[in-house]
């Protein structure tokens, strides 16, 4: 969704937005997810929450700082051909007063760290 520009005509690229929401339709099981926040955690500091897993966007934890919550939703499996059953999840990455290039970085560290093996 872009943001028209403002009268006053200053760049809103980098704004930070109050909230903003994206979905990933993953193939993984709860276990995969979690370990590969393992990984992630190594790189963003990451806290364990009832309703899913929040992530500091910067390394310093600074309270009011941008974050990402991660919530996973299991949805029922597919099978491929009637041979292969793969797992699905509904991930949703909800980030808070994080900038366009804030989640933009986070959202390649995501993708890099959920990377598994194949094409």
């Given at each position: 969704m872009n943001t028209p520009s403002p009268p006053d005509g200053t760049d809103q690229s980098d704004a930070t937005s109050s909230t903003s929401t994206n979905e990933k339709l993953?193939?993984?099981?709860?276990?995969?997810?979690?370990?590969?926040l393992e990984r992630l955690s190594k790189?963003?500091?990451?806290?364990?929450?009832?309703?899913?897993?929040?992530?500091?966007?910067?390394s310093d934890q600074t309270p009011l700082g941008p974050t990402a919550l991660l919530t996973f939703q299991a949805l029922a499996g597919v099978t491929l051909g009637g041979l292969?059953?793969?797992?699905?999840?509904?991930?949703?990455?909800?980030f808070h007063g994080a900038t366009s290039k804030d989640r933009t970085k986070f959202l390649q560290i995501f993708d890099k760290t959920f990377q598994r093996g194949g094409g």
């Open positions: 993953m193939s993984i099981t709860l276990a995969e997810f979690e370990a590969s790189t963003l500091p990451l806290t364990k929450q009832h309703q899913g897993y929040q992530l500091h966007l910067t292969m059953k793969l797992p699905r999840a509904k991930v949703t990455i909800e």
